[in-house]
C-alpha cells in the first residue's frame, strides 16, 4: 500500500478546514439535497437546467468533502520548535541582496495553507526550500523560473 503524503498544517488551517467540512456537511448538502428535489418536482429531467445544476453541485461538494476527509487523515500539525533556524511554522523577514530596499516577512506552511496574498508560503516553494534550516544573517541562493537571486534572512519569529 503506497503511504499517503503528509498534509502539513497549522493549528489555524486545522481549525479552518474543519470549519469548512462541517459547513459543506450540515450546510451546503443539505441545501443542494432540497436544490435536487425541488428540480426533480418540476418534471421532465432531461431538459431540466436546475437538475443538472444541482446534480453539479453536488459532485463538488461530495468530491471536496472526500478530499477534506482524506486530507484530516494524512494531517500533521505544524508545532514551531526552534526560533534560531527556519521550520515550518515560522515567519521569516529577508531582504533581496539585489534590490537593498526591497524586504517581505514571510509565513511557511504546508501546500493546503499557502496563501501568497496573506503572505504564507508553500514549505515546497523556492524560498522556503531556500531558506529551511537556515539561521539570520545567512545569505541563501534562490533558484526561480526567472534564474537564481540572493536573499538575506533578517529576522524569523
Known sequence: MMREKKIYLTKEGLEDLKKEL???????????????????????????????????????????????????EN?????????????????VCIKYCDDEDETDEYKIVGSQEADPFMSKISNESPI?????????????EVESPNGVYKIEITAIK
Do not use: C, F, H, W
Open 22 to 72: 462541517d459547513e459543506l456537511i450540515n450546510v451546503k448538502r443539505p441545501e443542494n439535497i432540497q436544490a435536487i428535489k425541488e428540480a426533480r418536482a418540476l418534471g421532465d429531467l432531461s431538459e431540466n437546467a436546475d437538475y443538472d445544476a444541482a446534480k453539479n453541485d453536488q459532485a463538488e461538494i461530495e468530491g471536496r468533502i472526500k478530499r477534506i476527509e482524506k486530507m484530516l
Open 75 to 91: 494531517v500533521e500539525i505544524i508545532e514551531k520548535k526552534n526560533s534560531d533556524v527556519v521550520e515550518l511554522g515560522s515567519t
Open 128 to 140: 522556503a526550500k531556500a531558506i529551511m534550516n537556515k539561521k539570520v544573517g545567512d545569505i541563501v
